[in-house]
């Protein structure tokens, strides 16, 4: 039987996500976890995960070593965990497995990517020690108890109930399972939501000359996660910047136009709703515009709401002649 085989004792998330990773794969699917510091037992397991003082590649999956300075690529700095090596080196076999991807699609490059960057990594970071924050800012509540690395830290035997090594390995696997899920949830949920979505953003990217002259407003199909993929769709057209309203139906039926941030993790953004329409309603919105059927704009002009397309995209063209 195919073996796979971590330290005995405490656990932490790294590895509890790093064995579930790999049996997530044809391979491993039904192996033996075997959870040991012993070295003969490492020999007899077909491979071994943050223990053994070393790191090759193929069998040895270890980050604990002093010269062990590894990164995902050369676009991060972080050290990669154990969860970060299995990741690095089983991740794209991973999500074309989760996701019943054909070998060559080129959507899991990208994937593999997004979620090293939005998941992998903190939990890469949190094992090795690494802040996200400088030291010396005080945080305003303590919010341990709701991360992951927390929780999988509580799932271990308590100091003075029965702690042999079958009740760590019982609780191991919980916090395997824990681990996985969340991952493997993640994972489907950029493969199956995120990720169709850039299609609909591409598509109204190509026909934004249609929504208006200007080409600075794009109308939606549906709603779907747009804005990650405005910006990137924008980067590979050389058009960075150039798209200030967004509009797109609710799920009550009615239009919203939406401003467009400055970068992803701004509130700037490129051209709000003009200052004389803000924080007003209904028929003092409609009256003021002149444009009929206007709902709301936010008192802080980021979005708007009416009750047709052509309402939402007559406050667009407002916004951007007011601009002028």
């Not at 047709?308 to 916004?319: F, G």
């Amino acid at each position: 039987m195919v073996k796979i085989c971590t330290h005995s004792g405490s656990f932490h998330a790294d590895e509890s996500l790093a064995v579930y990773l790999l049996k997530l794969l044809p391979q491993y699917r039904n192996a033996e976890i075997v959870r040991s510091r012993n070295p003969q037992d490492w020999e007899e397991c077909d491979i071994v995960v943050d223990v053994g003082g070393k790191y090759d590649s193929v069998k040895y999956f270890d980050h604990h070593q002093r010269e062990f300075f590894a990164t995902f690529n050369e676009n991060y700095k972080t050290k990669l965990s154990s969860a970060g090596l299995i990741y690095k080196h089983f991740g794209k076999d991973i999500i074309r497995q989760v996701l019943s991807l054909e070998e060559n699609d080129g959507n899991i490059e990208l994937l593999y990517d997004k979620v090293y960057k939005e998941f992998i990594e903190s939990l890469d970071a949190n094992d090795n020690g690494i802040n996200n924050y400088p030291v010396d800012i005080e945080s305003k509540f303590n919010e341990k108890n709701i991360k992951l690395p927390s929780l999988v830290s509580q799932l271990n035997p308590r100091w003075n109930e029965s702690c042999t090594d079958a009740d760590f390995d019982r609780q191991f696997l919980k916090a395997s399972d824990l681990m996985g899920s969340v991952f493997v949830g993640l994972l489907e949920g950029y493969g199956k939501g995120w990720l169709p979505a850039k299609s609909l953003v591409e598509e109204a990217f190509q026909k934004r000359f249609e929504a208006d002259l200007s080409g600075e407003i794009i109308i939606l199909s549906q709603f779907c996660p747009w804005k990650e993929h405005l910006y990137a769709i924008e980067k590979e057209n050389n058009s960075e910047g150039v798209i200030k309203f967004v509009l797109f139906q609710d799920s009550s039926s009615k239009w919203r136009v939406s401003t467009v941030n400055v970068t992803s993790s701004s509130f700037e953004f490129r051209l709000g709703i003009p200052e004389e329409l803000r924080g007003l309603r209904d028929e003092e919105l409609s009256e003021k515009a002149g444009i009929e059927g206007c709902i709301f704009v936010h008192a802080a002009g980021f979005i708007g709401g009416a009750n047709s397309k052509e309402a939402v995209l007559e406050l667009a063209k407002y916004s951007l002649a007011r601009a002028k």
